[in-house]
C-alpha cells in the first residue's frame, strides 16, 4: 500500500510517496526511491538505509513536527495545517510581527505614502531591535501596533495597499 | 545569584563545590525554570519585565536579607556592571562579588576606561566620547574619517553599536543606536571612534585582587553577529609570544591602575598590521570563560569568590591544548537572527572527552522573547585547535534541542566552514558573507518524518523474523495517529 506524504518546511512543500513492511519503509521522492530499516522507541528512530545507520529525535507541538538528526534541527508542517510555523509577511500588503517582542516605534501612520525600503515600525525582542520596512511602494491602510505594544509572532501590525494595486506600475 | 539561566546554574554549580549554601532569583516568567532548581533555595522577585525583576536592586537586596545571603554574584549582563548596585550592595551588608563602585565607574564607562588606558600606556583608537547630537557625531567622524563606529557608553554586548561607512550611514545609524542604548543601559550616550578592519577582536582575562592582577592568557572572539559573539576560543591562532605578552601586559597595568578586584575582560582589536588597540573592559565574569577555565584548569567562579572573602590572587596558571566555545542562541540564523520562542519538547545534551556543557534550560521549559537568547554553550577542548575543533563538531552533532529553532545547523556551518578550519576569523566574517542555510530537508529527516508521521502503529513488531523482536527499540503509544487528530486551533499547544 503507498501513502502520499506532503509536507513544508520552510514555506516549501516536499512530496515523498511511502510504503510500509514491517519495519521497512519505502520513500520515493523525486523520482528517486531509497529504502530503510526503523524501529522507534518514544520520541528515538533509528534508521539504517544503504548501510548507514542514523539516529533521529522526534516531537511535536502545535506548529508541527520537529526531528533533529545529526545536529541539524528541522520543523516540518504536514500539509493542511498552516500554524505560526508559516511565519509572517507572506502576502504583500500584511506586515505582520516576525517574533515575539515589543513594538518601541510607530512611523507608519494611515494613509502614508511608503516606499519600497521605508520603515514603517521598529519591535524589539531579546534586546535587539528590529526594523519592519516596507515590502513594495504602497500606501498605508491600516496601523495596528502602537509604541509599547506587546506583539505575538504573526500578528497584522500594518496593511498596505501596493501602489502595483493602486493602478499603473510602470 | 542575581541571575538567570545558564551563568546562574554555573555559579550554582561552583557554590555546591564549595559547600556554599546557594540562592537563586527569578521572575515570575522564570517560575520553574532550570536555573531556580539548580540552587539550594529560590526566591521571586516580580514581574516578567528586567526592570521589575533582574534589575530590580531593591528585590534582590530584599531577597538576600529574607535569606540571610551574605554575597551576591551578579553573574553578567543585568545589574553586573552597575556601579549603583555594587554601592547598594556594600550598603546594605552584602558583599558584590565583583570590583568596588570605584573601579567599576573607572573602567565600565567606555570614556573613562580609555582615559585609564592612555594613562596606563595601553594603545587606543582614535575616537570621541559622549556625542550626544548627530550634528556632533558627524563632524566629529569627518575628523577622524570613515568608516566609524557607535557604541554605548554605558555597556557592552554589542547593544547600542552601530557601524557607518559614510556621513548617510552614520546619519541613519545614529538615533537607533542612541534608542537602543537607552533602552538596554538606561544611557543614551554614545561613543565614536574609528573602525580596525580587517581586525580580530582578541580579549585578554585578568584576576585582580584591589592591588595586583594576573594575566590569564587571550580568547578570540572574532565570529561575531550583531557585536554578539558566536564562537569564542583560546589560543588565538595567529597572536605571536610577543603580542600575546604585550597585551598580558597591557591589561595588567590597566588592572593595576583601576585597583581592580575580582575577574575582568580587557577587549582589544588585533589590527591587520598586528597592532592591537584597547577595546573596553568588561567588569565581570564573561560569558566564554568556560574557555579560559577549560585550557588553566582554574575555576574563575571560584577565584571571584575567593578574592570576594578576601583571599590570594591565584598564581598564574599554565595554560594548555585549545578550546572552543559554540553559544547555542535561541535564533534563526538563516533568517535575519529572529529571536525564537517556543517549549522545549525534547533535549539531549552531548558528552564526551574534553566535552562541556553549561545548560540554562530543561525540558518542558518556555523559551520567551523577555530575555537574552542564549540556551547553552558547548565547549570542547583538545590537544591542539583541530582536535577542539573535531571535538566540537561532534558534540554539537549530538545534541538535540526540539521546540524552539536554533543557530545550531549555523554553528555546525561555521566550524566546518573553511575560514574557520584555517583560522581566517575576522569581526566582519559573519556579515560579509551570506550564510542562506540548508535548501531542503535531507533523506534520513524525511524518513524520520514518515516513520513518525505514517508508520503503522505496530511495526516494529511485525513481519520481523529476526531478533529484532526482542529489541528494546519497542514503539510506544500511538504516535503518528495522535498528530494528524491533533489539530487545535492554530498556534496554540495542543
Not at chain 1, 110 to 138: N, Q, S, Y
Request: hydrophobic share 45%; with cysteine; net charge negative.
Amino acid at each position: 500500500m503507498s501513502r502520499q506524504l506532503v509536507i513544508r518546511w520552510s514555506g516549501k512543500a516536499i512530496e515523498a510517496s511511502l510504503s510500509f513492511r514491517g519495519g521497512g519503509v519505502r520513500l520515493k521522492r523525486d523520482a528517486v526511491t531509497i529504502e530503510a530499516d526503523y524501529q522507534r522507541n518514544g520520541a528515538v528512530i533509528m534508521l539504517t538505509t544503504g548501510g548507514a545507520a542514523h539516529r533521529a529525535v522526534v516531537a511535536k507541538d502545535a506548529r508541527g513536527l520537529w526531528i533533529s538528526c545529526r545536529g541539524r534541527t528541522w520543523l516540518l508542517v504536514p500539509e493542511g495545517r498552516e500554524g505560526a510555523a508559516r511565519g509572517a509577511a507572506d502576502a504583500p500588503d500584511e506586515i505582520r510581527a516576525p517574533m515575539t517582542g515589543r513594538v518601541v516605534s510607530v512611523v507608519a501612520g494611515v494613509g502614508m505614502e511608503a516606499k519600497e525600503g521605508d520603515l514603517l515600525l521598529t519591535i524589539e525582542a531579546m534586546k535587539m531591535e528590529f526594523r519592519l520596512i516596507a515590502p513594495e511602494d504602497g500606501t498605508v491602510l491600516e496601523v495596528i501596533g502602537a509604541e509599547g505594544d506587546r506583539v505575538e509572532l504573526g500578528q497584522l501590525l500594518v496593511r498596505m495597499k501596493p501602489a502595483a494595486a493602486a493602478g499603473g506600475k510602470s | 545569584m542575581a541571575n538567570r539561566a545558564e551563568i546562574a546554574v554555573r555559579v550554582c554549580r561552583t557554590l555546591r563545590d564549595m559547600k556554599i549554601a546557594s540562592v537563586a532569583v527569578y521572575s515570575e516568567a522564570d517560575r520553574g525554570a532550570h536555573h531556580m532548581r539548580a540552587a539550594d533555595e529560590s526566591v521571586c522577585i516580580g514581574s516578567p519585565a528586567p526592570a521589575d525583576s533582574y534589575l530590580n536592586m531593591a528585590a534582590l537586596l530584599e531577597a538576600a536579607h529574607a535569606t540571610g545571603a551574605e554575597a551576591i554574584h551578579p553573574g553578567y549582563g543585568f545589574l553586573s556592571q552597575s556601579a549603583a548596585f555594587a554601592r547598594a550592595c556594600k550598603e546594605a551588608g552584602v558583599v558584590f562579588i565583583g570590583p568596588s563602585a570605584e573601579s567599576m565607574e573607572l573602567l565600565g564607562d567606555k570614556a573613562s576606561s580609555r582615559r585609564a588606558a592612555e594613562r596606563s600606556g595601553v594603545p587606543i583608537i582614535p575616537g570621541v566620547e559622549g556625542v550626544a547630537r548627530v550634528d556632533d557625531a558627524l563632524r566629529e567622524a569627518g575628523k577622524i574619517g570613515y568608516p566609524v563606529l557607535l557604541k554605548a557608553v554605558g555597556g557592552g554586548g554589542g547593544r547600542g553599536m552601530r557601524r557607518a561607512g559614510d556621513a548617510a550611514e552614520l546619519r541613519g545609524a545614529f538615533e537607533s543606536a542612541r534608542r537602543e542604548a537607552e533602552t538596554a543601559f538606561g544611557d543614551d550616550r554614545l561613543f565614536l571612534e574609528k573602525l580596525v578592519y580587517p581586525a580580530r577582536h582578541v580579549e585578554i582575562q585578568i584576576l585582580g585582587d584591589g592591588t595586583d592582577a594576573i594575566a590569564i592568557g587571550e580568547r578570540e572572539c572574532s565570529l561575531q553577529r550583531r557585536y554578539q559573539k558566536v564562537l569564542e576560543e583560546s589560543p588565538c591562532s595567529i597572536l605571536s609570544e610577543e603580542t600575546r605578552a604585550a597585551m598580558e601586559a597591557a591589561a595588567v597595568a590597566l588592572a593595576r591602575e583601576a585597583r581592580y578586584a575580582g575577574a575582568a575582560t580587557v577587549e582589544f582589536l588585533l589590527g591587520p598590521d598586528g597592532g592591537f588597540y584597547f577595546l573596553e573592559v568588561n567588569t565581570r565574569l564573561q560569558v566564554e570563560h568556560p574557555v579560559t577555565e577549560m585550557r588553566s584548569g582554574l575555576d574563575l567562579v571560584r577565584a571571584q569568590i575567593e578574592i570576594a572573602a578576601g583571599g590570594p590572587l591565584p598564581k598564574k596558571p599554565a595554560l594548555h591544548g585549545h578550546a572552543i566555545e559554540a553559544r547555542l542562541n535561541a535564533e534563526d540564523p538563516y533568517h535575519g537572527y529572529l529571536p525564537q520562542t517556543g517549549n522545549v519538547l525534547l533535549l539531549e545534551w552531548p558528552e564526551g572527552e574534553g566535552v562541556r556543557v553549561d545548560a540554562g534550560i530543561r525540558k518542558g521549559q518556555p523559551i520567551h522573547a523577555h530575555y537574552d537568547s542564549l540556551l547553552a554553550k558547548v565547549i570542547a577542548h583538545g590537544r591542539d585547535r583541530e582536535e577542539a575543533r573535531r571535538r566540537l563538531i561532534a558534540a554539537l552533532e549530538s545534541l538535540a534541542l526540539l521546540g524552539v529553532t536554533t543557530n545550531q545547523a549555523f554553528l555546525l556551518e561555521l566550524l566546518e566552514d573553511r575560514a574557520f578550519a584555517t583560522g581566517e576569523t575576522f569581526t566582519h566574517t559573519l556579515e560579509s558573507r551570506e550564510w542562506p542555510g540548508p535548501v531542503t530537508v535531507p533523506d534520513e529527516a524525511l524518513l524520520a518524518a514518515a516513520v513518525a508521521l505514517l508508520a503503522p502503529p505496530d511495526a516494529s513488531r511485525l513481519g520481523r523474523d529476526d531478533a529484532d523482536r526482542y529489541s528494546p527499540w519497542l514503539r510506544l503509544g500511538t504516535w503518528g495517529r495522535a498528530f494528524s487528530s491533533n489539530r487545535g486551533p492554530d498556534g496554540n499547544a495542543t
